[in-house]
């Protein structure tokens, strides 16, 4: 897109770089992920390295997971897998140049759809292999050294390049979230364990649209912390008539701010070559067939059907959709428990719990058939929604079956009128202010005395009955 055509105050590009989740890393068999305590250089081998002599063999799996991708964001596919070399001399690459795609990108075009409903076109999705980690001593400008640490190096990414389509930081941390959601439902990306990074190209109206390139920010926060601070300091620069370069520059997370590091080099300055050392690789129309065959429902299509097939009101419906794990959680419940049920624990409570106890799903333990147990005693009235908040709480911390635990601490609904009757007489006793206020016509100060009767029966009252109770005992 020439600048021109550009309309919007704010022109943003994205190139957003995916580290899939294999075992291995991309030309090599040393393993892909971080362990615990390693040493620096210590998950290398010479073809990450890139030695004399050394070949590198492509990682199957990694063309798969990649394939995924591209099918999921509409990228018309490549019949060939062709590799290039990018040469560039910086200690990050230890062979000088970076094995990537650049003339055939595995994916052309494509598209991803942000929250607002707004399409982000892309550019093309390829393949390459990630540059090793460079390790500053303190402050990234003024670090006296850097180390350098192999262990990345060779990983196996996806880059995913946009159109300047995007107008915000807003829209830029938008569309990472959309990506992430899609990245997680096709099971090729662990939050957890996966590097996820983006270079922004920014430039504003004022300046004439000269953009300059924000390297390596990592995080939604950040992305939008850093386009937000770039996108004030290319406005005051214009203000204070400063000339404006292409350039590339970095994103400091501590201070905030944006800094300075070289003019943007052109594609040309890479000069590069197909790689000699890989195979071209046919990407034949039964292996495409083949991973359309073992795509996962997404997220957008899981959203459509909560509200047109369950009816679930739309927020809690785009709360399930987006998050993979909720969804397939929901699923499964809705086996034995009523969808509007089942929604609004799985939206609400289970979150909160995990919230409060900072831990993830997987962490807690807690699994379908939990939920359905619970869910169930609420559903036939065996216990109250009160009792179940105790239950989840504690399923939080420690799992357990949870028929068998009602039953041992008697936590049954109490369906005793006379007992119910005894309660409230306690609670009218107890409450003179909150039933003198209720007989002034403050139909409100009886929530206080019901809450009252909850507290003595354990929360095994159900609520509309004790205030059905305290009505008929007040006349």
Known sequence: MSEDKF????????????????????????????????????????????????KPVLNKKAVEYALKLCIAL????????????????YPDMAKNYQITQYEIPLGNGGELKLSSGKRVKLKRAHMEEDPAALVHIGDMQKSPSVLVDYNRSGNPLV??????????????????????????????????????KADANISVKESGYVRAEIKNITGFKEIERALNYEIERQKHDVKEGRKFIVETRG?????????????????????YIIDPDLVVTEIGKDWIKDMEKEMPELADAKLKKFLDE?????????????????????????????????????????PRVLHYNKKSLEESGIKAEHMIALLKL?????????????????????????????????LEVVADVEKIEKFCEEAIKEAPK????????????????????MKKSRGKARPGVVMEVLKKLLG
Request: net charge negative; with cysteine; proline share 3%.
């Open 7 to 54: 309309t919007s105050d704010v022109v943003i590009g994205l190139e957003i770089h995916v580290e899939l989740n294999t075992k291995t890393k991309l030309f090599c068999s040393c393993p892909r992920e971080v362990v615990d305590g390693e040493e620096p250089n210590s998950r290398c081998c010479p073809v990450c390295l890139g030695l004399p002599g050394s």
């Open 74 to 89: 509409k990228c018309d596919i490549s019949p060939k897998l062709i590799f290039s070399r990018k040469s560039y001399f």
């Open 159 to 196: 880059e995913v390049v946009t159109d300047p389509d995007i107008t915000s930081a807003d829209e830029a941390r938008d569309f990472m979230k959309q990506l992430i959601t899609i990245l997680e439902y096709l099971e090729i990306f662990d939050i957890n364990k996966c590097i996820i």
């Open 251 to 271: 994103w400091d997370s501590e201070k905030g701010i944006t800094f300075p590091m070289r003019a943007k080099e052109s594609e040309e300055d890479y000069g």
């Open 310 to 350: 369950h009816g679930i009101e739309e927020t809690t419906a785009n709360v399930l959709a987006k998050d993979k794990k909720l969804a397939d959680i929901y699923e499964a419940v809705i086996k034995k428990v009523d969808h509007s049920l089942a929604s609004k624990w799985i939206r609400r409570e289970l």
């Open 378 to 410: 609420i559903q036939d009235g065996k216990i109250t929604e009160k009792v179940g908040q105790r239950l989840i709480e504690k399923l939080c911390v420690m799992v357990f079956d949870v028929a068998s635990y009602v039953k041992k601490e008697g």
């Open 434 to 453: 909150a039933i003198e206020e209720y007989k002034a016509g403050k139909e409100k100060a009886l929530n206080f005395v019901v809450g009252l009767v």
